[in-house]
């Protein structure tokens, strides 16, 4: 079983940027579509971002478009999202999610992480 861990998060004034890790023990992280989830006080999770298994697609909310980027390190076990241009509304407890379902169709994870929060002053 995979399991994921985040770090990165931290306090940043709106316009800085953040660098979020996920790094996956275990031999199988390739068998995943990684992704990224977060969720504010008082809503629901939304996704994020999620990249392919070859890391050669990405998938983003349109929130994030163009500020955003997600990559990933196979040999490293490891997928990062790099914020940029943060807002006070990217503040959120962001999780890490792996799903072994097809690309092609929705973002399911069936991994979580335990979160990592990102706090965004004004």
């Known amino acids: 079983q995979v399991q994921l861990v985040e770090s990165g998060g931290g306090l940043v004034q709106a316009g800085g940027s953040l660098r979020l890790s996920c790094a996956a023990s275990?031999?199988?992280?390739?068998?995943?579509?990684m992704g990224w989830f977060r969720q504010a006080p008082g809503k629901e999770r939304e996704f994020v971002a999620a990249?392919?298994?070859?890391?050669?697609?990405?998938r983003y909310v349109d929130s994030v478009k163009g500020r955003f980027t997600i990559s990933s390190d196979n040999a490293k076990n490891t997928v990062y999202l790099q914020m940029n241009s943060l807002k006070p509304e990217d503040t959120a407890v962001y999780y890490c999610?792996?799903?072994?379902?097809?690309?092609?169709?929705?973002?399911?994870?069936?991994?979580w992480g335990r979160g990592t929060q990102v706090t965004v002053s004004s």
């Open positions: 999610a792996g799903s072994t379902r097809n690309w092609s169709g929705p973002y399911i994870p069936d991994l």
């Open positions: 275990g031999r199988t992280f390739s068998r995943y579509v």
């Open positions: 990249i392919s298994r070859s890391g050669d697609s990405t």
